[in-house]
């Protein structure tokens, strides 16, 4: 009798393994803050001249600063709509075009012609695709956690969850570093004739990268066994998690504006203050910098591992609390004007971080249905990121400045940040957060519950 016949077609594609799904998650995250790292100091440093000339130095650095929040106002609008399209035609093609158009257009801003050479349409595009850019960048952590944590074993989902997390450090690591080559070894000049291009044209290599991991994975199978079929989903995504998950979106919002907060606030006002107020090189406090992001690299899959084990948590009581009580020693210990001690903070500073921003993908992803979870966790994570990403380093300011330069107000706003965290993550960890069908349930929800 001759072998059943089978075809090339009825072969069952093979299966993600978590580790690849991991790798092309956490690509996504490495670019989105390589560009950030990248475009903050040259949009300080060079947009003002190249973009924005006029006689007044102090406007054009307004100007120029005023492109960077039009990229984090694009962010929630982003989060909608890619996250809708994700919850309807699924993760992965929704992940390779935020991933394109988030690269497509920080290449694209390496290409743009300068004033000197087409007037006003250079801003103008500046801005158009600095927008594109933020509508790219808040559809592409939401599907990057989802394919991470669906994709990996019930037990070990804090653990893959907290990998996509690790790509901020290495893409802080991976601009900071390029920075401090270009402005380290380029005159002012070259600089701004070509050298600031070259950190934009660099991001190929890790659209390239990303591109090829991605195109290799498959569909989730929560998504398959969920929403794979057209009555299964749901029509606007956008509506039913506002209408059912109310709560648990906004808890979301408060624990990730505390991570946000901290961390853009280093990135941004913490380095200044240490170079204009204290006096310390900028080549110092960018290389504390770099240690706080090594720092937060280590701790952010320890993290994840730890809360496989114990659950969530415990780790993230931990982290808000050490917020808490580190927001006066941080500023008191900068005072002091050491170089030690400005790496001693940095390096808290990423563990704290790393240990708030580890928990986020797996513990967000378990108090929502599969059928709205790229809806929902895009626009807790991007609201947060606007909040503290976007308002966090100008608060700082603010409060700095109408305290005539003391820090005692910065420190009590983080402190709230922190307390106001601890009792979101408190509320997410709850039990009756967790995903409501029984056969959604995962080993990592009911974790997500135990003290």
């Known amino acids: 009798m001759n072998p059943p016949h089978t075809t090339h077609a009825s072969k069952a594609p093979t299966k993600t393994s978590p580790w690849t799904a991991a790798g092309a998650s956490t690509i996504g995250s490495v670019l989105e803050y390589y560009d950030f790292f990248v475009y903050g100091p040259m949009a300080a440093l060079v947009f003002g001249a190249v ?122 690591i991976l601009s900071s570093g390029v920075v401090a080559i270009l402005t380290g070894t380029l005159s002012r000049a070259d600089l701004l004739a070509w050298g600031w291009r070259i ?86 406090a960018l ?11 280590i701790i952010t899959p320890v993290s994840g591992i730890i809360s496989d084990r114990f659950g969530p948590r415990r780790v993230l009581v931990t982290a808000t609390v050490a917020l808490a009580l580190w927001a006066f020693p941080m500023f008191w210990l900068m005072e002091t004007k050491s170089v030690l001690a400005l790496f001693v903070v940095m390096s808290a500073n990423g563990l704290i971080v790393g240990m708030l921003f580890s928990q986020q993908a797996t513990l967000f992803a378990a108090v929502l249905d599969p059928k709205v979870r790229y809806t929902g966790m895009s626009i807790g994570f991007q609201v947060a990121t606007v909040i503290g990403g976007g ?25 709230l940040v922190a307390l106001v965290a601890l009792g979101c993550a408190l509320y997410l960890t709850s039990r009756k957060t967790q995903v409501v069908h029984a056969s959604q349930a995962s080993p990592a929800s009911v974790a997500a519950s135990q003290l």
């Open 391 to 415: 308002f966090g380093p100008l608060i700082a300011q603010a409060l700095q400045n109408n305290a005539g330069g003391a820090t005692w107000s910065i420190s009590g706003y983080l402190m």
């Open 199 to 284: 950190p934009f044209l660099l991001s190929t290599v890790l659209v390239i990268f990303g591109l090829i991991l991605r195109l290799k994975i498959t569909e989730t199978p929560d998504f398959e066994k969920t929403v794979a079929t057209p009555a299964a989903k749901e029509k606007l995504p956008l509506v039913v998690a506002l209408r059912r998950y109310p709560k648990q979106i906004l808890a979301m919002v408060g624990v990730h504006v505390s991570d946000t907060t901290l961390g853009f606030m280093q990135g941004v006002f913490i380095i200044g203050f240490a170079t204009t107020t204290l006096g310390i090189s900028p080549t110092v």
């Open 51 to 172: 973009f924005f000339p006029s006689g007044d130095p102090g406007l054009a650095a307004v100007l120029s600063l005023s492109t960077f929040a039009v990229g984090f106002v694009a962010r929630p609008l982003g989060g909608i709509v890619i996250g809708h399209l994700g919850d309807r035609v699924g993760r992965k093609k929704m992940l390779l075009f935020a991933f394109f158009l988030t690269g497509f257009v920080t290449v694209g801003i390496g290409l743009l012609p300068t004033y000197s050479q087409v007037g006003a349409w250079a801003p103008i595009m500046l801005v158009s695709l600095r927008f594109l850019q933020g509508i790219g960048l808040g559809g592409e952590w939401g599907g990057a956690a989802l394919l991470a944590v669906e994709h990996a074993p019930e037990a070990k989902r804090g653990f893959f969850g907290s990998l996509v997390q690790a790509g901020a450090p290495i893409g802080v």
């Open 287 to 297: 290389m504390a910098n770099i240690a706080s992001s090594i720092t937060n690299l």
